[in-house]
């Protein structure tokens, strides 16, 4: 006899383009429970809404301008079902023990009294889970009431700034990144473009999460980055960084794939921000951002 899952209140926005092979595994771990899957699509030209289609997902269309505005977008436009939203990347996926925190807490009491919930993004890079180097657990708020929340508008490094109290809940959100490195680093370069463009506006809007020294993490990492990290000298920085990450916070117990990763995340990508950043400064490189397509994670 098969047991069918209660659904649980919730709206879970996926954002696409050409995700035909992350999509997959991102909506099966999902499709059991969730009350709704929302598929706000790009333009692309793969598999990626037959396979939403076959998981029963609503899709909507819409070009993409940047992360944040697709985000704030999908919750509003959009009309989602419930009161409760969950964003995702395509190549995310929600643990089973995540789900069941979620299914808990959304039919909890201390549910009405809160605005979100946040919960630790596990990182899994060419096949391994990297648990050190200050990498895990980090905690992300994406659940949330819509009308509560909303993505700050950054170029990079985007947070969802809710108002109000929010719970903390175990489990993590496992996010698959791409073993293609060529395909990684193109995308870093990407980012650093948008991240030097933020560093050289002094990007601080009304809508951006302020960082401040307390129990949020987020706000944690986020004064870090801007009183230390962002006060320490260009360049030398990302060399500093790195060794932060893989001798005092351990990421050399990662191995080969955590070597690889800490290094290219913490030091070249960060060596290349400050180049972008540098160069501009000096006029001899301005900093040009191209149109894109892609809601490629950059948060």
Known sequence: MTVLMERVP???????????ANLPGCLDSVAAWAGEIVV?????????????????????HRPFEDYARQRN???????????????LDAD??????????????LSSPE?????????????????RWIRHGGHYPVFHTRLFRRLRG??????????????????????????????????WSIRHIRWAGLEAADVLA??????SLQGRLGSDPV?????FKAHVFGASPLFLRAFLYFLYRYLLRGGYRDGTEGLIFHFLQACWFRFYVDVKVWSSRRGSDPIVLAACTSPDHVG
């Open 10 to 20: 919730v709206s879970v926005i996926v954002l696409t383009f050409n995700e035909e």
């Open 40 to 60: 706000v699509d790009s333009g692309s030209t793969d598999r990626t809404l037959e396979v939403a289609r076959a998981a029963g997902a609503r899709i909507l």
């Open 73 to 87: 977008w999908a919750q509003e436009a959009a009309a989602p079902r419930f009161d409760w939203v969950l964003h």
């Open 92 to 105: 995310e996926r929600v643990s089973p023990e995540l789900a069941t925190a979620m299914r808990r807490f």
């Open 111 to 127: 549910a009405r009294t809160r605005s979100g919930a946040r919960f630790s993004r596990r990182t899994v890079f060419m096949g």
């Open 150 to 183: 909303r993505c700050e508008q950054r170029r990079y490094d985007q947070h969802f700034v809710v108002s109000g109290s929010v719970a903390t809940l175990a489990g993590d959100l496992i996010d698959v990144l791409t073993p293609d490195i060529d395909t």
């Open 202 to 207: 002094g990007t601080t809007t009304e809508s």
């Open 219 to 223: 706000l944690r990492r986020r004064w």
